[in-house]
């Protein structure tokens, strides 16, 4: 794909949308600076001229250019540099994936959240978080009480709605109960027929992708 100027432009927007809306969540929960520090690596050029070039302005670029290309060098190094995703985290010679600390872990919900929103546009429900963990979220080999942690936020998100999670209480109330107990809280009921239904999905996506 070629590089235009225009999707530059619209990919320049579209990172300070998503930005801004990072950021509100963020102040709801008590990390402002985490909030203007948001993915700041996706102006550098390595990320910023690979997804201008993939551009879709409906779906993530670096999904459409590992399927063209077979790698997206800018998620290689978004990943590496943003501790709020999980696969920063990702060490195969730890013995335990390790815990992602508090500010981080609640920027990774902040995010997750916004962009959920983002892409999902007017059509967005409450339980679209928690599907979007089922399906693509929970792959991730990330450590045990992080995944729990992000997993029970996404369920309360289903239950009672954004605004419920999106406060410095809630998080500092949840994290300690799921990642700072002495031992770790047991497994969160799995909505069944909600995994089958998104499990069933991703892997029809794969098998199209193989195509
Ligand atoms: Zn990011």
Redesign the pocket.
Same mark, same amino acid.
Do not use: A, T
């Given at each position: 794909m070629k590089l235009k100027f225009s999707n530059m432009i619209r990919h320049f927007l579209l990172i300070n949308r998503h930005k801004w809306a990072v950021f509100k969540n963020c102040v709801r929960c008590g990390i402002v600076f985490r909030g203007i520090v !948001?993915?700041l690596?996706?102006f550098s050029p390595q990320e910023f001229i690979e997804s201008a070039r993939f551009f879709q302005g409906n779906r993530s670029p670096i999904g459409v250019c590992r399927r063209a290309r077979g790698v997206s060098y800018a998620w290689l190094h !978004?990943?590496g540099r943003?501790k !709020?995703?999980l696969e920063y985290w990702l060490d195969n010679d730890c013995e335990v994936t390790p815990m992602m600390p508090y500010k981080y872990a609640v920027e990774c919900v902040c995010?997750k959240l916004a962009a959920t929103k983002t892409y999902a546009g007017g059509s967005y429900t409450n339980d679209m978080p928690l599907r979007h963990w089922y399906r693509y979220g929970n792959r991730v080999s990330g450590n045990p009480r992080t995944m729990m942690f992000l997993e029970k936020v996404f369920l309360d998100v289903y239950e009672h709605g954004e605004r419920y999670v999106l406060s410095k209480k809630y998080m500092k109330r949840t994290f300690s109960e799921i990642c700072l107990a002495e031992q770790m809280p047991a497994p969160l009921p799995v909505f069944s027929q909600m995994y089958e239904e998104e499990r069933a999905k991703y892997d029809k996506m794969i098998a199209a992708s193989r195509k």
């Open positions: !948001h993915d690596s996706k !978004h990943k943003n !709020h995703h995010d």
